[in-house]
């Protein structure tokens, strides 16, 4: 059987420990057998033993962690650059979009097929959003802080409501959670958008807080048990007939575990779907 480079580096390191290992413990009972057992050389053996352990551990991490540290920095600079060449052209699209429209006023098919292009120019910078987001936090531990719930919901409703669609009703007491910010974020303009996406324009969203126990419901399609089932499952659309944005509740569920804040969805066909999250283990 052929051994890779790196798994032949590793089994060599192995072996060197190991060997190391072993001639420190002949040292030791060298040192024992030669000078007498008694408290004070056991104390001294088992010190220089210590010592040169530490040493050599020290070498021997410091050479098997260095190509992973290596790989790591390559990765985070191949990332950037991806992420930088991503953002040029979806920038480009959505300024030529806005210019176009400035100059189609009036010529209603193709504002509409420019309304298409915008909504998925639209629906790409929010995969692009996402996509720096994971990205980062993967390279950086993101820190936690303070966020005022109202405010924030407040601030993403407010967005939501310019699209002209559905209404909101809010009823959120105040209430400080510390949670890392824009995954929160993220992870609320998600749930508000599939509520938006398979609701009725006139259905009302109703977004409420009551004892740690944040609801966003709506009025939409619904979804029965099976649908239920697969509704983490990572591009999994409940109405294939409507874009979707794929793996939007699985990151929410990703979001809701590695913060410790419970999710739970009920459905019901045709009455529409209800999301709860339990927020006692972030509040403050």
């Given at each position: 059987?052929?051994?890779?480079?790196?798994?032949?580096?590793?089994?060599?390191?192995?072996?060197?420990?190991?060997?190391?290992?072993?001639?420190?413990?002949?040292?030791?009972?060298?040192?024992?057998?030669?000078?007498?057992?008694?408290?004070?050389?056991?104390?001294?053996?088992?010190?220089?033993?210590?010592?040169?352990?530490?040493?050599?551990?020290?070498?021997?991490?410091?050479?098997?962690?260095?190509?992973?540290?290596?790989?790591?920095?390559?990765?985070?600079?191949?990332?950037?650059?991806?992420?930088?060449?991503?953002?040029?052209?979806?920038?480009?699209i959505?300024?030529?979009a806005?210019?176009l429209?400035?100059?189609l006023?009036?010529?209603?098919?193709?504002l509409?097929?420019?309304?298409?292009?915008?909504?998925?120019?639209?629906?790409?910078?929010?995969?692009?959003?996402?996509?720096?987001?994971?990205?980062?936090?993967?390279?950086?531990?993101?820190?936690?802080?303070?966020?005022?719930?109202?405010?924030?919901?407040?601030?993403?409703?407010?967005?939501?409501?310019?699209?002209?669609?559905?209404?909101?009703?809010?009823?959120v007491?105040?209430?400080?959670v510390?949670?890392?910010?824009?995954?929160?974020?993220?992870m609320?303009?998600?749930?508000?958008?599939?509520?938006?996406k398979?609701?009725?324009?006139?259905?009302?969203?109703?977004?409420?807080?009551?004892?740690?126990?944040?609801?966003?419901?709506?009025e939409?399609?619904?979804?029965?048990?099976?649908e239920?089932?697969?509704?983490?499952?990572?591009?999994?659309?409940s109405?294939?007939?409507?874009?979707?944005?794929?793996?939007?509740?699985?990151?929410?569920?990703?979001?809701?575990?590695?913060?410790?804040?419970?999710?739970?969805?009920?459905?019901?066909?045709?009455k529409?779907?209800?999301?709860?999250?339990?927020?006692?283990?972030?509040?403050?």
């Amino acid at each position: 059987m052929k051994l890779s480079g790196h798994k032949k580096k590793i089994l060599l390191s192995a072996l060197g420990y190991f060997s190391s290992v072993a001639i420190l413990l002949s040292f030791l009972y060298w040192f024992l057998k030669n000078e007498g057992f008694s408290e004070s050389n056991f104390l001294i053996a088992g010190l220089l033993v210590l010592l040169l352990a530490a040493g050599w551990g020290y070498i021997l991490s410091s050479h098997l962690l260095a190509p992973k540290a290596e790989l790591d920095a390559n990765l985070s600079q191949l990332s950037s650059e991806i992420l930088h060449e991503l953002n040029i052209p979806l920038s480009t699209i959505k300024a030529n979009a806005a210019m176009l429209k400035k100059c189609l006023q009036g010529e209603e098919k193709a504002l509409k097929r420019l309304e298409r292009i915008e909504a998925s120019s639209d629906r790409l910078e929010r995969l692009y959003e996402e996509l720096v987001y994971s990205i980062k936090k993967e390279i950086h531990p993101i820190e936690k802080e303070p966020v005022v719930l109202q405010k924030l919901l407040g601030e993403r409703i407010e967005t939501f409501e310019s699209f002209g669609r559905n209404r909101f009703d809010m009823d959120v007491p105040k209430l400080t959670v510390n949670v890392d910010r824009i995954g929160f974020e993220k992870m609320i303009d998600n749930l508000l958008m599939n509520a938006m996406k398979y609701s009725d324009k006139t259905s009302r969203i109703e977004i409420k807080l009551e004892r740690m126990m944040l609801t966003i419901r709506d009025e939409g399609i619904g979804m029965d048990e099976a649908e239920l089932l697969k509704v983490y499952e990572r591009y999994y659309q409940s109405d294939s007939g409507k874009e979707g944005k794929g793996i939007g509740l699985a990151l929410v569920k990703a979001y809701c575990d590695a913060e410790n804040i419970g999710i739970q969805i009920s459905s019901e066909k045709g009455k529409g779907t209800t999301v709860m999250l339990a927020l006692e283990r972030v509040h403050i």
